[in-house]
């Protein structure tokens, strides 16, 4: 509790383990919030009447109406306002990477609204139990090929509207990348809690079938499916391009942090080489130190440590973690007989700009140096594979790698199917909704009636939960 009138100010800190402690294993590094502690975190956000937060928001999530529901302490009322929203907010509420926090004007005053973690109070704390209501049936049939965040998102939207919807999976499970999530930032439980909200919607889950091995456009059309969806996400990864890549012991990162979280067995020796300065080589740098017992464990990353993309937080914990960072250097050669047994990188250096504004990277000759591993783990990149599609998609790759329709709409070169993704779990549901809304606005079109906007996802006449007195605050600041 506050001491004095200026530590209201300060952020409520988030309890979590500490880093000596949590190395050791894979147990959730961070706890909820108390009651109080929320409540108290809770009425140090503004409700800022042109609230950045909701803006930053891929999905805008009404960040500032559900704060001001835990300010209130009506948790129920929080868990409604998240919910009406956002039907992925259980997985959420631990890995968004809270663009909404680093937009938040509390930053310069003691510190951003933990807006993710007063999400998880509110979801925790509240009533997060109840079911969608589905629309008035539309009786029209739509696939959705690729299970994760988009294909689940576009399929709320989808079954919502009344709409029957059947996703097609090719892995055994529902997720895709979020699988591949390490254990320390959620159980794993997360998704099936967002995903059994779903079971009054005209939603059918069909794991194991894959397009273009098991079914193909053409008989998805013969099967009665007005308009298909391709979320098909990225699954596949970019290699080194380097001699001895070959080598047993050179792991891709998704493979490990998938195989890790299905068995938590990874064979990766004591001494573990991560490639890459992403998110993706965090979450590898930092299971492969719990999956070595602390062993050694360096990152090899070619530019510098403001320069890489991985969130702030994930670095600095990463650091506490005993993580050592290499970086302006770049993987040469793999070396070993029969299996990895090191290797050899080369100091970089960042050229002038170029013509196309961006610095290229220039080897240091003679600045060679081999560090002795067991393992390389290579975290440069997810790709797509759009094995058996025709090109007749006419496909383009956003962001970091997914294919998606030239359409504003998200439509792809064939009439009726649609493709997107994004380059997180919030911005993958984003490009899901978009995807949803321009099916309905095709289907819509063609029966000559107008879009249909988003019913109320809890059932008509049920109230959507927004407090009386929405936009100022309730307390004195
Ligand atoms: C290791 C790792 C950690 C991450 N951590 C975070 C995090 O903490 N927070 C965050 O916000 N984001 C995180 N991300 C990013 C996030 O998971 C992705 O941006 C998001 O999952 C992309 O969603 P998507 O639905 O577009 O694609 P995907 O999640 O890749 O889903 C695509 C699905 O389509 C399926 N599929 C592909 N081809 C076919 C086919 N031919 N037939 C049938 N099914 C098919 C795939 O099996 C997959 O299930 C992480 C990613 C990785 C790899
Ligand atoms: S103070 Fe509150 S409403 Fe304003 S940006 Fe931060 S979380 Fe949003």
Sequence with gaps: MPTD???????????EEPATDRVQSFVEIKHPYTADEAVLEAQRCLQCAMPFCVQACPIAQDARGYILKIAQRDFDGAAQVILGENPLATTLCKVCYHYCEDACIMHERGGEIAIRQLKRSGMEMGNAKIEYAA???????????GGGPAGLMAAWELGLRGYSATVFESEPVLGGQIGAIPKYHMDGYELELDVARFRQLDVTFTVGARLGRDFTLDTLRSDGYLAIYLALGTPGHNTLGIPGENLPGVVAALDMLEETNRSAIASLGRRVVVIGGGDVAMDAVRSARRLTHVGEVTVVYRRKRDQMPAGHEEVEEAEAEGVEFKFERAPVQVIGRGKVEGIIVRRVQLSAPGPSGRPS?????????????DSVVVAVGEKADLAGLPPELDLVFGGTGWPQGKGDDTMTGIDGVFASGGRSVVHAMAAGTRS????????????GASPTPRPNPFGAGAPLGLPAGYGGPTWSP
């Excluded at 990277?361 to 591993?373: D, H, K, L, N, R």
């Excluded at 949803?436 to 079109?445: M, Q, T, W």
């Design 436 to 447: 949803a809304v321009g099916i309905d606005a095709y289907l819509r079109k063609r029966a």
């Design 5 to 15: 009138e200026n530590s209201r100010y300060d952020r409520v800190p988030i309890p």
């Design 361 to 373: 990277i220039v080897p240091v000759a003679g600045s060679e140096e081999t560090i002795p591993c």
């Design 135 to 145: 629309s008035a049936p539309v009786h029209e049939r739509i696939a959705i090929v």
